[in-house]
């Protein structure tokens, strides 16, 4: 059994900078791939990035390549999005999932997820 909790969303002007956290419990946090989605008002869940269980290899959506930076800490069983340059198209609630299996941008393929946090952007 894995729990997320998201952290650092917030409000912030375009062109802005966040760091989404998510800490997870557990002493099996580093055979997890882990992945970040969003979902936009009215919109479907979106794959953002996901990133090894090693951290080894990363996958983004192409919208978010050269803005957003996945990444992991094994040591402090947690990961993060680094978010850049922010437009008001990125407002969304962001989630945090963990998969048993190869990391994935389909979100099924997840097995525990966090309750999201949201980020909202004013152009």
């Known amino acids: 059994q894995v729990q997320l909790v998201e952290s650092g969303g917030g409000l912030v002007q375009a062109g802005g900078s966040l760091r989404l956290s998510c800490a997870a419990s557990?002493?099996?946090?580093?055979?997890?791939?882990m992945g970040w989605f969003r979902q936009a008002p009215g919109k479907e869940h979106e794959f953002v990035a996901t990133i090894t269980a090693s951290g080894g290899h990363t996958y983004y959506v192409d919208s978010v390549k050269g803005r957003f930076t996945i990444s992991r800490d094994n040591v402090k069983n947690t990961m993060y999005l680094q978010m850049n340059t922010l437009k008001a198209e990125h407002t969304a609630v962001y989630y945090c999932a963990a998969a048993r299996e190869a990391c994935s941008d389909i979100r099924t393929s997840y097995d525990y997820w966090g309750q999201g946090t949201q980020v909202t952007v004013s152009s």
């Open positions: 557990g002493r099996t946090f580093s055979t997890y791939a």
